[in-house]
């Protein structure tokens, strides 16, 4: 028992600075405050805008605040021709591109979007239905294998 008090553990988990690193998400945050200010600066006193603002700004000091955030909302924002870019237009073209960028990396990494290509166990292939399916190339013979995936753990499955 001393032993294993002492013994050093040996952990394939990141910390949560590590992880905040590999998604981002610090870059993430600065960008949306960008935009909260932009949004801010905007006077527009359409409905849909101002739905629009509130929610935004809403939603982005919601996930501020979570331990496990879910960008699902902003990465549907940030899409080319949706909310953002509707009411903002060229201003913050270039920060919606980078939103997008970091929220659509992290949704195809967290959701398994369909059409995803992913690699597992240096095996590649591309996500039919989420959690459900995934033709899996095996680049020894070449030959399409479809295994069902029941649950990957986001450490083991790595989008490209």
């Given at each position: 028992m001393?032993?294993?008090?002492?013994?050093?553990?040996?952990?394939?988990?990141?910390?949560?600075?590590?992880?905040w690193?590999?998604?981002?998400?610090?870059?993430?945050?600065?960008?949306?405050?960008?935009?909260?200010?932009?949004?801010?600066?905007?006077?527009?006193?359409?409905?849909?805008?101002?739905?629009?603002?509130?929610?935004?700004?809403?939603?982005?000091?919601?996930?501020?605040?979570?331990?496990?955030?879910?960008?699902?909302?902003?990465?549907?924002?940030f899409?080319?021709?949706?909310?953002?870019?509707?009411?903002?237009?060229?201003?913050?073209?270039?920060?919606?591109?980078?939103?997008?960028r970091?929220?659509?990396?992290?949704?195809?990494?967290?959701?398994?979007?369909?059409?995803?290509k992913?690699?597992l166990?240096?095996?590649v292939?591309?996500?039919?239905?989420k959690?459900?399916?995934?033709?899996?190339?095996?680049?020894?013979v070449?030959?399409q294998?479809?295994?069902?995936?029941?649950?990957?753990?986001?450490?083991?499955?790595?989008v490209?």
């Amino acid at each position: 028992m001393f032993k294993r008090f002492f013994q050093k553990q040996n952990s394939n988990k990141i910390s949560k600075v590590d992880y905040w690193k590999k998604w981002e998400l610090f870059e993430l945050f600065d960008d949306l405050h960008k935009a909260e200010t932009i949004i801010n600066n905007i006077q527009n006193n359409d409905e849909a805008f101002v739905k629009f603002k509130n929610d935004f700004i809403e939603e982005l000091y919601e996930i501020e605040g979570d331990n496990v955030a879910d960008f699902t909302k902003i990465w549907e924002w940030f899409k080319s021709a949706k909310e953002w870019e509707l009411f903002c237009g060229e201003e913050g073209s270039e920060l919606r591109t980078n939103i997008f960028r970091i929220t659509d990396k992290w949704k195809r990494n967290q959701d398994f979007v369909n059409g995803t290509k992913v690699s597992l166990n240096a095996e590649v292939g591309v996500v039919i239905e989420k959690n459900q399916m995934m033709i899996i190339m095996d680049k020894s013979v070449g030959t399409q294998i479809k295994k069902t995936i029941l649950k990957i753990g986001v450490d083991y499955l790595e989008v490209f």
